[in-house]
Nanobody
């Protein structure tokens, strides 16, 4: 059973940085895409960043150049380093996992179909 536990959220001023962590268990990273999503009040959940089962990272345009996703295999942990934070980055951030399906291409960079989710961690950026 896949379990994901996020940590590292908090309150930060605009321009500041935070690092989110997602402790994963019950999966092998090479068989999964690992992603971060966020949901702001009154808005739908949106894709932020992910690492594919091939190890390629990809980002939403809104965070490209500011956020970095990484995986520490030894610690079974996925990180999201967030720099130059803006008030519009305020949201609950969720870690998610998607298993590579039989029909999935090895080169796919999925942004949908994530079925395992953490409980979320609040990030608030003040102006």
């Amino acid at each position: 059973q896949v379990q994901l536990v996020e940590s590292g959220g908090g309150l930060v001023q605009a321009g500041g940085s935070l690092r989110l962590s997602c402790a994963a268990s019950g999966l092998t990273f090479s068989n999964y895409a690992m992603g971060w999503f966020r949901q702001a009040p009154g808005k739908e959940r949106e894709f932020v960043a992910a690492v594919s089962w091939r190890g390629s990272s990809y980002y939403a345009d809104s965070v490209k150049g500011r956020f970095t996703i990484s995986i520490d295999n030894a610690k079974n942990t996925v990180y999201l380093q967030m720099n130059s934070l803006k008030p519009e980055d305020t949201a609950v951030y969720y870690c998610a996992a998607r298993a590579k399906g039989y029909s999935d291409s090895y080169y796919s960079l999925p942004k949908t179909g994530f079925r395992s989710w953490g409980q979320g961690t609040q990030v608030t950026v003040s102006s």
